[in-house]
């Protein structure tokens, strides 16, 4: 560690900029990192370092938000580090992502501000894995810590040191010499570093199974996890006496209940709950608390704290180890009423998508979905990105940047960071696709399919935000308002068999514009259905977040109640079995990997061809791979390499007939290994 005095004491008077003139950046900085013995298994290990830079005398973790953090984040991946040689981070071009440094707000380490800094190094340490579709790739599973993007259970990090970055040639040396444990981990394991079953209390019960199907794709142990309260006067023994169960949707609980119970409403909810009353205060005269079964899932996964409980073709069955393999111990073990008609799907934001998405994709499992302020249920609005027709992420056609968070005041909207920012700051916390914790990074492996290098096939580039049709074009069975109305009369029938089962609350003025997907989606669907085929409320002025029509929580949950009472085979409005039949069920998994798996990958290649004596064909790759091409004529170079546009074929002049023709096609895109493809051979005419 290199500090010097004057440059400190100037800068605790602040009159650094007086003393000489103001540095703005440190062209020769570098940090020379370097891991101790005992810190990894193995002798090396592949990975993604994250350098974080916070103001001196500040925890570099304690504000890591894209909004709000004062850090300097710095990313770059390790293959085969090991003790034997230190790794050195320096600069950043923001093309060389694979292997240089990439980071956020600034590029590039030489972009940092002389002055003193806190700062920590963290390893994110992958582990290689091939899945069963054949592609392999390099992830870090998350240890019951609800997979934060750095600092997660068992990290390799270096020891906090403060450091003056003095603009001069500087080379700060780290050292990764302890290990990071987790406050959140206080589980007892089950089968491997995955999240443990917390200690049951009276009404919240754990329980966590080993998934065959998630454990057979993935080719390790994966675990799914329910926590599940029971109501005021449930008795096990008792399995006469059965109850109607609401899944809620959302995010890592942790130890917490459905709508984060108790924490999120501070013990009174609780109490009351575990009291069997619900008091005065809160209904016109005190009566029983709803006797409801309330489950929230557990799914922490290598790609983020939940897996959108969906089948997907990058994070694998979830959708199937939650509903098939989960809910159906749930089943076995509680006194639940295992029909669709008593179960319902909620949830806000990640949750509000996942309900939506599982009544849509599981009406024969499920009765109906509240959602409240769900993420985007048509592509045509991706949050506030024009997806299927902007030719940028970042900015409109019009130049304007796109943002991603906003906040009103006084009807006044402010952004407060834009889909560029949030982008780039997710690729500090790992490269394709792998920032765990990214809002962006989840939904491109999410709703994206695998490309052919085994990690999600991205929409847009994530430095240039340039998108690529060919890739969002297979987002469209995951867009619920593209797959509702294409499946409307065929033989899943969803247009009656989900008519009156789904119910979405927005706001109007939601921070992630999350009110726009919503919009575009009951346009479609009311096209189609009429304005009372599903229930739409949006909340004039209100932003993103709340319980589901702002109800109060007993109300709510009386609603829930309600609804399955009028749905019951004794109820006005029985959920019949025409509109629970196994027919109307999509998003199945050998479907997810035929259309977006890695055999559909491999099976999208192609190499150039020369079709026409003369005219090539520049072969079929990945959306976003650009292509640079040369003729071989005689077996040898002729002429100069040049450019090739993926869909259009090039024609050859130039060389005698009776020569032999071919053409070599080299394709590069980021998180790609560049690949060289040559042509058949032809005799020229
Ligand atoms: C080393 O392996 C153990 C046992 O599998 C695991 O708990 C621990 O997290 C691993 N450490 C690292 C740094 O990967
Ligand atoms: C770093 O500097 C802060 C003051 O800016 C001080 O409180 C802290 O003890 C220092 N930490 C180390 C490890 O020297
Ligand atoms: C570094 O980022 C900050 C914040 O975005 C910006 O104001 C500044 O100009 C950048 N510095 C350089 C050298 O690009
Ligand atoms: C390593 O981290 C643990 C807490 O995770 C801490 O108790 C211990 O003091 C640290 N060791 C060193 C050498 O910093
Ligand atoms: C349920 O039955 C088991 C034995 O079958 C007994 O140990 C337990 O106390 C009973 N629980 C209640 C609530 O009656
Ligand atoms: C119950 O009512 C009190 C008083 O109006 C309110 O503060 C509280 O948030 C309510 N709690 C629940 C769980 O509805
Ligand atoms: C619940 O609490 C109320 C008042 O706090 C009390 O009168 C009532 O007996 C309690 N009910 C049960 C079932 O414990
Ligand atoms: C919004 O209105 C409040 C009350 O009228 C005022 O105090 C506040 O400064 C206003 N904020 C802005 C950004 O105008
Ligand atoms: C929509 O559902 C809410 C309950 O969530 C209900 O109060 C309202 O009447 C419904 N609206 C229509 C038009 O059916």
């Known amino acids: ?321 939650i509903n098939d393999e989960l809910i159906p111990y749930l089943d076995t073990t509680f006194n639940t009423i295992p029909e669709p008609y008593a179960r319902i799907q909620e949830g806000g934001s990640t949750g509000g998508w996942e309900s939506a998405a599982n009544i849509i994709f599981r009406p024969d499992l499920f009765g109906a979905a509240f959602s409240s302020y769900p993420d985007s249920m048509d592509f045509h609005k991706h949050q506030d990105i024009a997806l299927y027709t902007n030719k940028n992420a970042y900015v409109n056609d019009d130049g304007t940047p796109i943002a991603s968070i906003r906040a009103f005041e006084n009807g006044t909207e402010t952004v407060l960071a834009t889909v560029q920012q949030e982008n780039h700051w997710e690729l500090t916390f790992g490269t394709n696709t792998r920032s765990i914790g990214g809002q962006w990074d989840v939904w491109n492996a999410v709703f994206g399919v695998q490309g052919v290098n085994g990690y999600p096939l991205v929409p847009w580039d994530k430095v240039s935000g340039e998108i690529y049709p060919g890739a969002v074009e297979y987002w469209k069975h995951m867009d619920l308002a593209d797959y509702v109305t294409s499946n409307w009369d065929n033989e899943l029938n969803l247009g009656e068999v989900l008519k009156h089962r789904i119910f979405v609350y927005v706001g109007t003025e939601d921070d992630y514009f999350l009110n726009e997907g919503v919009a575009q989606f009951q346009g479609r669907v009311e096209a189609k259905g009429g304005s009372d085929w599903a ?45 629970t039949a196994p027919t109307s069920r999509g998003n199945k998994f050998e479907d997810v990997m035929a259309y977006g798996g890695f055999q559909a990958a491999l099976a999208r290649q192609a190499p150039p061809e020369i079709i026409e004596g003369n005219i090539a064909t520049s072969g079929r790759w990945d959306p976003g791979v650009v292509l640079q091409a040369q003729w071989i004529v005689n077996g040898k170079p002729f002429g100069y390499t040049f450019s090739v546009d993926q869909e259009c074929g090039v024609a050859f002049s130039g060389a005698k007939s009776g020569c032999s023709l071919q053409i070599s096609v080299t394709g590069t895109k980021r998180g790609y290994v560049t690949e060289t493809r040559v042509s058949n051979i032809v005799t020229i005419s």
């Open 1 to 321: 560690m290199f500090v010097s005095t004057l440059a400190y004491t100037a800068a605790l008077l602040g009159v650094t900029a007086l003393a000489r003139p103001a540095q703005r950046s440190a062209p020769n900085l570098k940090f020379e990192i370097s891991l101790d013995e005992g810190i990894i298994n193995g002798t090396s290990v592949d990975g993604h370092i994250q350098l974080l830079l916070a103001p001196a005398g500040t925890d570099p973790l304690e504000d890591t938000d894209v909004t709000s953090s004062p850090n300097f984040f710095f990313g770059q991946n390790v293959y085969s580090f090991g003790t034997g040689a230190p790794v050195t981070l320096s600069g950043g071009n923001g093309v060389d992502t694979e292997k240089g440094v990439y980071g956020f707000p600034n590029v590039s380490i030489s972009e940092v501000v002389p002055g003193e800094y806190s700062v920590q190094a963290f390893m994110n340490v992958y582990e290689t894995v091939t899945r069963a579709d054949g592609s392999t790739v390099s992830v870090r599973f998350p240890c019951g810590d609800g997979a934060p993007g750095v600092g997660g259970y068992g990290t390799p990090i270096t020891s906090l040191v403060n450091i003056t970055v003095t603009g001069q040639e500087q080379t700060v040396k780290l050292v990764f010499n302890n290990v990071t444990e987790s406050e959140e981990f206080t589980g007892s394991e089950i089968g491997g570093c995955q999240q443990g079953n917390y200690e049951d209390t009276e009404y919240l019960k754990y329980v966590k199974i080993r998934s065959d199907v998630l454990s057979a794709w993935w080719g390790r142990d994966v675990f799914v996890g329910a926590n599940v309260l029971l109501p005021f006067g449930y008795d096990a023994n008792n399995t006469e006496k059965r109850y109607p169960v609401v899944y809620s949707q959302g995010h890592w609980p942790g130890e917490q209940g459905a709508f984060r119970y108790p924490a999120y409403l501070q013990g009174e909810f609780a109490s009351a709950w575990d009291n069997g009353t619900i008091p005065a205060t809160n209904v016109s005269e005190a009566r029983e608390t709803p006797k409801l079964i309330l489950v929230t899932f557990r799914h922490e996964n290598a790609f983020y704290d939940d897996s959108y409980a969906v089948n997907s073709a990058n994070l694998g069955p979830w959708g199937d180890a």
């Open 535 to 579: 229930n739409f409320t949006y909340i004039e002025g209100k932003g993103h977040g709340g319980r589901y029509n702002l109800l109060d929580p007993w109300v709510y949950l009386e609603l829930l109640e309600t609804w399955v009472q009028d749905h019951s085979p004794e109820g006005k409005t029985p959920l019949t079995a025409s509109l």
